[in-house]
């Protein structure tokens, strides 16, 4: 069945590495978008693209971290460097053309140590 | 700037009764409203979308209402039961259609 596919599921990281996560949305949604989750912030918007093209990503750290959409069929979201207060659980989600749901992944957990 | 506030202490029922949890917002004109449910290491799922023109919308157990002078929707989860037990967490679509803002959520407990 149709589902929004994220590598990795678990990484754990030292501070100063580069993180990349991946996104695969479901064939034909156009809208892709990025949350992180963490206990005290709750599901935070930090981009999202419509047709591959970024629409926002003011919720975003732009000094280390960067979206794109290389391609219909792969997000990616990169962390450059790395630091431990970006440990938390990073989620891809779509939506399609007419639709109004979205669906989310399963989450990239990710630890900074 | 725009703000969704949902209860954060943890809602603790008994099967068979009637849930209810809140969501309030500030700040925010929009399109629609949706709620998500979301289990413990796993991502939220889609429940019910209301609009700003309706005021209440049903599936099965489900209810949620959505009034725009208030700035609330509530969500019902009617004859509860111990299976119910997740967050939930609501989320504000932007009039424009995309950009979409999630609460922190809220954690349901049914007791059997």
């Known amino acids: 069945d149709a589902r929004v596919t994220q590598t990795p599921r678990h990484k754990v990281t030292e501070m100063g590495q580069e993180v990349t996560m991946r996104c695969q949305p479901i064939l034909g949604h156009n809208t892709v978008f990025w949350y992180r989750q963490t206990m005290m912030q709750g599901l935070e918007l930090l981009a999202y693209?419509?047709?591959?093209?970024?629409?926002?990503d003011s919720g975003m750290p732009k000094d280390r971290f960067s979206a794109e959409m290389p391609d219909a069929t792969l997000a990616t979201l990169k962390i450059q460097p790395s630091e431990p207060r970006d440990s938390a659980v990073y989620f891809c989600?779509?939506?399609?053309?007419?639709?109004?749901?979205?669906?989310f992944g399963e989450g990239s957990w990710l630890t900074v140590v | 700037s725009q703000k969704i506030e949902q209860n954060s202490e943890a809602l603790n029922i008994q099967e068979g009764k009637t849930a209810t949890l809140t969501c309030n917002y500030t700040n925010y004109s929009p399109a629609y409203l949706q709620w998500y449910r979301q289990d413990p290491g796993r991502g939220p799922v889609f429940l019910l979308l209301i609009r700003e023109n309706e005021k209440e919308k049903r599936k099965e157990r489900l209810k949620v209402t959505f009034d725009t002078t208030l700035k609330q929707s509530l969500f019902h989860i009617t004859a509860s039961q111990p299976a119910d037990s997740a967050t939930y967490l609501c989320a504000l679509v932007y009039t424009g259609g995309f950009k979409t803002i999630f609460g922190a959520g809220t954690r349901l407990f049914v007791k059997a």
């Open positions: 989600a779509t939506q399609g053309i007419s639709g109004n749901t979205i669906y």
């Open positions: 693209f419509r047709n591959r093209a970024p629409l926002d």
